[in-house]
């Protein structure tokens, strides 16, 4: 929880309230309230992100959900496509549709991929179907429908006038269709984008109901806004009607937060490293801009294994997660290998260390144990840590069976997450055909900079940032969002046989419709007295080659297509294709499949820091043992100076707050004056 006033920066961190998700907000907003002195009624802005939805599709408890769709398609969903995430393993469990063949209906209207009415919508076949959905046989009553016909992407009007029916008989039923929620191409993945956005609508309309409901009985006169998984900020009825997109809305903060770092200090390729709790999370900035996705995936039956969740068709930030946090579990597998994650300790029961009822070890355990954190400085309000049950559980967990001591096992513990995230880094920048070496890595989140300085080691980074507020990162980026928002939607034209004017009409349409809603929510968010706000636009075409899978994406100008606009897409795909790929193929058709525009209100200015000389001018106090895995045991100072800087040192420990800082060895890096806080260095 962060509280921007003119006096700077107050936050506080309070423990997630389960049966009341929004009783754990309220308790953050009065209790960072009172800490900057200010009264309730003066918040002008109130930005929210949440992993409620998320949380739902993983574990299965949204809305009692139907899904309609096409005659011959009721099982899309569960055919997924011809993909297996894991090729050679004959016991292969592919991931259980989010709904079950009994709740999947059928109507027998048909729309072609040219839009042309292949089979006529019936209306006696529908209100048929409405009943069957009313009446249940077994009496229990549908909270949510989700409707996908094939080709609703090019034609939703069969979608619409199923939704009218169905609200003239159930007006209570929470209703979303395909055409609306994601109108693109591949009835799989827009299906399952459909089926989630459904799935979790009654959960989120009802939680953003009620946490606006309880923040203005409280006094708050301010709108609710939340971030969404592309990094903008909408309305509550925008999040309410598509909840789907709120299902990266955390990690989306912290990525925003990084870019804006990155802008401060002048630094164009930026690798953002966020570790809470549960997950470690990877991004790649360049330019001061976090890449996006048009889809991802989300529920992996194998966590961090891509294709073995379910695919979600809207615009993202881009990141790849591993179960590498504070609260990842640690164990020993059949090979006697040191296993930490994906499962989590959470933050309830917790790590064994909080002596809230978790017994197994965990990262934060290890940390402890190693005295890279201290039981009198940890940042958590409420919790006093247990070295005694950290090491009590290390000694269960990993130590028994290896025949380790604690602080050993600790230390593989820590090794393991170390490389698991330098793996992953890897692995995505080679995706990206990026060199990570180059990059320079700002970590914030509770976890992050403790481990970040191993990692620079692992990844051959020379440059480490930690900026001011790093432990609530991702909420200060919510206040750095703008107010924004993308659409995508389908539409097919080869290069060599271009309609400019059909394409110039799409993309007005879509400019038109999503300036409409970002102006009204800027107007809602930022109180401007001045009018309309000034608007930023993008627009990208997604390309490929004819017959090719997948597309890669093409940035537009802002000016509209002439007749010559069909060879202009095609010399920007080629050089595109050549960047991604190293060469581009003479001679083959050349196709656009999907369409963006991104709506924004503009980015505000940041003040530049410079950087200044390190220094060495520190203040020596007590010791404390800091246990290393490449040096030993060693005796280290505390060590204090007033402004943010770098220490060659053996082994060191910074701490700010709530969170800490170990760089590895040797590790020598610009500073930059950012704040002039007082840390500690052990």
Same mark, same amino acid.
Do not use: Q, W
């Given at each position: 929880m962060v509280l921007e006033t003119d006096d700077g920066l107050f936050s506080t961190k309070v423990l997630t309230t389960y049966d009341a998700p929004e009783q754990g907000i309220l308790d953050g907003v009065h209790q960072v309230v009172a800490d900057a002195g200010v009264d309730l009624a003066d918040l002008e802005t109130f930005i929210h992100g949440t992993t409620l939805a998320t949380n739902a599709l993983i574990s299965r408890t949204g809305a009692r959900t139907a899904l309609v769709t096409t005659a011959g398609f009721r099982d899309t969903i569960e055919m997924r496509t011809e993909s297996r995430f894991e090729q050679y393993d004959l016991n292969l469990v592919l991931p259980t549709p989010l709904i079950e063949r009994r709740d999947r209906h059928v109507l027998s209207e048909r729309i072609g991929a040219d839009g042309s009415v292949l089979r006529p919508f019936d209306d006696d076949e529908a209100r048929a179907l409405v009943e069957v959905l009313a009446e249940r046989a077994d009496g229990d009553t549908y909270e949510s429908v989700a409707v996908g016909f094939i080709h609703a992407y090019v034609d939703g009007t069969h979608e619409r006038r199923f939704r009218d029916l169905l609200l003239e008989r159930l007006p209570d039923v929470a209703v979303s269709i395909s055409s609306e929620v994601s109108p693109q191409m591949r009835e799989f993945e827009r299906f399952n984008t459909v089926c989630a956005n459904a799935y979790v609508q009654p959960l989120m309309a009802t939680y953003l109901g009620e946490l606006e409901r309880r923040l203005q009985a409280t006094g708050a006169r301010c709108p609710v806004s939340l971030i969404h998984s592309g990094g903008g900020l909408m309305t509550v009825e925008t999040a309410s009607r598509f909840p789907v997109r709120l299902v990266e809305s955390g990690p989306a903060g912290g990525a925003i937060f990084a870019a804006d770092i990155a802008a401060r200090h002048g630094l164009d390729a930026v690798l953002s490293y966020d570790m809470g709790g549960t997950t470690a999370k990877i991004c790649l900035i360049e330019d001061q801009t976090p890449r996006t996705a048009k889809t991802f995936e989300v529920a992996r039956t194998h966590r961090f294994t891509r294709g073995s969740g379910m695919p979600i068709s809207i615009p993202v930030i881009e990141m790849i997660e591993i179960g590498a946090g504070g609260g990842s579990i640690a164990g020993v597998d059949v090979l006697g290998q040191i296993r930490v994650g994906p499962l989590s300790a959470g933050s309830e029961p917790g790590p064994a260390s909080y002596g809230l009822g978790g017994a197994a070890p965990t990262v934060t355990d290890a940390d402890l144990v190693l005295g890279r954190l201290s039981a009198d400085t940890f940042g958590a309000p409420g919790i006093d840590l247990s070295e005694e049950a950290a090491? #009590?559980?290390?000694?269960? $967990?990993? @130590? %028994?069976? +290896?025949?380790?001591?604690?602080?050993?096992?600790?230390?593989? /513990?820590? &090794?393991?997450?170390?490389?698991?995230?330098?793996?992953?880094?890897?692995?995505?920048?080679?995706?990206?055909?990026?060199?990570?070496?180059?990059? #320079?890595?700002?970590?914030? $989140?509770? @976890? %992050?900079? +403790?481990?970040?300085?191993?990692?620079?080691?692992?990844?051959? /980074?020379? &440059?480490?940032?930690?900026?001011?507020?790093?432990?609530?990162?991702?909420?200060?980026?919510?206040?750095?969002?703008?107010?924004?928002?993308?659409?995508?939607?389908?539409?097919?034209?080869?290069?060599?046989?271009?309609?400019?004017e059909a394409a110039n009409r799409m993309l007005a349409e879509l400019w038109a419709h999503e300036a409409t809603g970002v102006v009204a929510a800027a107007l809602a968010t930022t109180h401007q007295a001045d009018g309309p706000p000034a608007l930023e636009t993008e627009r990208w075409v997604f390309m490929r080659y004819a017959g090719q899978g997948w597309e890669i994406p093409v940035r537009l100008d802002a000016a509209p297509f002439d007749h010559l606009g069909g060879e202009l897409l095609a010399n920007r795909f080629e050089k595109a294709y050549e960047e991604f790929f190293g060469r581009a193929i003479a001679g083959l058709a050349i196709e656009a499949i999907g369409w963006s525009v991104r709506v924004a209100t503009p980015r505000p200015p940041v003040d530049r820091i410079e950087r200044v000389a390190a220094s060495r001018d520190v203040a020596t106090g007590r010791s404390r043992t800091i246990h290393d895995p490449t040096t030993g045991t060693p005796r280290g100072r505390q060590l204090s100076w007033s402004e943010t800087t770098w220490l060659s040192v053996t082994v060191c420990r910074v701490r700010q707050s709530s969170w800490n800082l170990r760089p590895p060895p040797g590790c020598p890096a610009p500073s930059r004056r950012s704040c002039r806080p007082t840390v500690a260095c052990w």
């Open positions: 090491r #009590t559980a290390l000694d269960a $967990g990993v @130590g %028994a069976t +290896l025949g380790l001591t604690s602080d050993t096992a600790a230390e593989g /513990v820590v &090794e393991v997450v170390d490389e698991n995230m330098a793996n992953a880094a890897r692995v995505h920048a080679v995706e990206n055909g990026k060199d990570v070496s180059r990059f #320079t890595v700002i970590a914030f $989140g509770g @976890g %992050a900079p +403790l481990h970040a300085g191993r990692l620079c080691d692992k990844l051959d /980074v020379d &440059e480490l940032l930690i900026p001011p507020g790093a432990s609530v990162g991702s909420a200060i980026g919510f206040l750095r969002a703008p107010v924004a928002y993308e659409a995508l939607r389908s539409h097919h034209a080869l290069t060599s046989d271009f309609d400019h």
